[in-house]
Antibody, heavy 118, light 106 residues
Framework: EVQLVESGGGLGQPGGSLRLSCTASGFTFSTSWMDWVRQAPGKGLEWVAN????????YYVESVKGRFTISRDNARNSLYLQMNSLRAEDTAIYYC???????????WGQGTLVTVSS | QSALTQPRSVSGSPGQSVAISCTGT?????????VSWYQQYPGKAPKLIIY???KRPSGVPDRFSGSKSGNTASLTISGLQAEDEADYYCCSYGVKFGGGTKLTVL
């Protein structure tokens, strides 16, 4: 059974940091592009970042460039999102998802809620 | 990159067919056959229901179908059922997600 389990969400201070994790099982993580997708309360889906199978390439939506860093540890079947300089507009549910082909996502985690507020 | 354009809401009665459009540009929807559709219930993660414009993952009913013409992709749900009431998102390689469409089954 495929599982993606996110963790690390919670309350973050404006200007502060949080680190999200996503642990994968049931598929070959090391040969999969992986993405973070977020959804602000009551809003639509927004792609945030993705990372190549071996971690050699990463891409970000403009609004998080320079603040967020995506990384992975294939030995641990884990994906990460380091979120720095948090802003109120980063408040959202963050999903990790497997990109099986050209920004198409077949596996999704249950999401972890990040709330940025003082 | 602008989000793909979807109608905010559509509705239909049980048994009817509804179509949800997803309009992009010649740089995204029109350029690639990598359009996917996702169904999302409140409080749940999105679920892939169409990929590569027209293909259905295993387990997705054949009531769901996808198509594309020029810069506009469409999701058609035929034989509408109460359980189809959900939010639907399109996604295209190059520009990512549409704004989402709420489907109401009357």
């Amino acid at each position: 059974e495929v599982q993606l389990v996110e963790s690390g969400g919670g309350l973050g201070q404006p200007g502060g940091s949080l680190r999200l994790s996503c642990t994968a099982s049931g598929f070959t993580f090391s040969t999969s592009w992986m993405d973070w997708v977020r959804q602000a309360p009551g809003k639509g889906l927004e792609w945030v970042a993705n990372i190549k199978e071996d971690g050699s390439r990463t891409y970000y939506v403009e609004s998080v460039k320079g603040r967020f860093t995506i990384s992975r540890d294939n030995a641990r079947n884990s994906l990460y999102l380091q979120m720095n300089s948090l802003r109120a507009e980063d408040t959202a549910i963050y999903y990790c998802a497997r990109d099986f082909a050209y920004a198409q996502y077949d596996y999704w985690g249950q999401g972890t809620l990040v709330t940025v507020s003082s | 990159q602008s989000a793909l354009t979807q109608p905010r809401s559509v509705s239909g009665s049980p048994g009817q067919s509804v179509a949800i459009s997803c309009t992009g540009t010649s740089s995204d929807v029109g350029a690639y056959n990598y359009v996917s559709w996702y169904q999302q219930y409140p409080g749940k993660a999105p679920k892939l229901i169409i990929y590569d414009v027209t293909k259905r993952p295993s387990g997705v009913p054949d009531r769901f179908s996808g198509s594309k013409s020029g810069n506009t992709a469409s999701l058609t749900i035929s034989g509408l059922q109460a359980e189809d009431e959900a939010d639907y998102y399109c996604c295209s390689y190059g520009v990512k997600f549409g704004g989402g469409t709420k489907l109401t089954v009357l």
